[in-house]
Structures are given as C-alpha cells and as structure tokens.
C-alpha cells in the first residue's frame, strides 16, 4: 500500500518542484499540503488544506501521514522583521516537527541552508541553527537537515543580488572540487529529488549537505 506524505511550503519554487515528485513516485498514494494558498492543480493523489501556517497547531487531527516534507522559509528582503522571521523560518518547522511527533510520523525532512550555526552571530544562520536543533530533540527516528548552498533556478520575485551572484557562482562552480564542492549552487529540482529520494529510506538520517544532496538527485526516482 502507497504512503501519505504530508507537504508544507508547496507554493514555493522547492516545495512546487516536491510536489510535483510526489506526484510521479509511486511511493505515494496521497499527498497532502498545508497552506496559506492553493498550488492551483487538482490529481487524484492530491488534497488540500488551506490554514494559517502560524496556527498549524490546529490541524493536529489533518496532520497523519507517513511521511513530512517542510519547505518553509523566507528571505531578509521579504520579512525584514526579525520576529515574523523567526516565526516562518523557526516556528512552522518546528511545530511541524512536534506534530509529527505527536501523531507518531517517523520521518521528517526540513530544509535548512548551509550556513546553519545556532552559535552564529549572524541572525538567519543562527535562526536555522536553532531550527535544526529543535527539529532533531523531537527525536523523530528518521530525520533529515537538509543544508543546501545558493539555490539556483527562478523565482517570482526578483533580486538584483542574488542574480548577480548566481551568474558569478555558474562561473566558479566548476572549480570547486573536492571539499569545497559543498559551496556549488544547486538547483531546486535537484534538492526536491533527492528530498523524496531520502524520504524513500536510502540513506540514514541525519544533516545533508549541498553536494550529497546533487548526488543523489540522479538517484531519484
């Protein structure tokens, strides 16, 4: 019998490229997706819950599934307020994972970024420090961090910045060998591929860094 995956932040450029694996695997015969909008498509496989993230509490008797795949996250540019920050990038996973936990989920997968320090000066690194944190001291027997580097790929918004140093990264990703093969930009098919191929149980659990997670993307499906 297929799985039920549930799927939070599928609205975003990585969490849409997920849902659209999820889809496909034959892994899963149920997805189900929270949040603030609809994905716009109707599939068979596919039910959607349409809530307020911030109250996710709430949908403890929604929330069953064999599987959580979290997406969730926020840029400086569009939440400059630390504390909304934190509550997208801290608070959604987070009560995400204790859901899990609570309905008895033994796998989870959170995107984190490679920077992830709960020590770190730096806000949005130390925000997703102490998110890997939380997540891991639920204890969920399968959980994977994923840490990826600059994501590459197109978004809504646009960002003078970050398409400059995209362009800057396609040139110097081919020198980056060795252990600095973590540091190349990743695709965000690529970090949903191998997002569903770890949840399909081929590696253990753990902290999954950028170049792991574009191996494994040619694993998938």
């Known amino acids: 019998m297929g799985k039920t995956a549930i799927l939070l932040g599928a609205t975003g450029v990585t969490g849409g490229f997920v849902l659209d694996c999820l889809l496909k695997d034959n892994h899963y015969n149920s997805v189900i997706v929270f949040g603030r909008s609809s994905v716009g498509i109707e599939h068979s496989k596919l039910t959607e819950h349409i809530v307020d993230l911030f109250e996710l509490k709430k ?45 008895d989920i033994h796998t989870f997968l ?11 000066t730096l ?11 939380a997540v891991f001291s639920q204890k ?35 020198f980056l060998i060795g252990s600095f093969r973590k540091y190349k930009s990743i695709p965000s098919e690529h970090i949903a591929k191998a997002m569903v191929y770890l949840a399909n149980g081929k590696r253990d659990s753990g902290v999954v860094l950028s170049d792991e997670l574009n191996d494994l993307a040619k694993l998938w499906p």
């Open 110 to 120: 959170v995107m984190s970024s490679l920077g992830a320090d709960k020590n770190s």
């Open 59 to 103: 949908q403890k008797a929604h929330f069953k599934a064999e599987v959580v795949f979290c997406c969730i996250g926020t840029t400086k540019k569009k939440t400059p307020n630390e504390d909304l920050y934190r509550k997208i990038d801290y608070g959604i996973p987070v009560t995400a994972a204790e859901l899990a936990k609570t309905n």
């Open 140 to 174: 969920i027997s399968k959980t994977y961090i994923l840490r990826p580097s600059l994501i590459a790929g197109k978004r809504n918004e646009k960002r003078l910045g970050e398409y400059i140093v995209k362009g800057l990264m396609r040139l110097v990703n081919p």
């Open 123 to 133: 806000f949005y690194n130390r925000t997703k420090g102490q998110m890997e944190e």
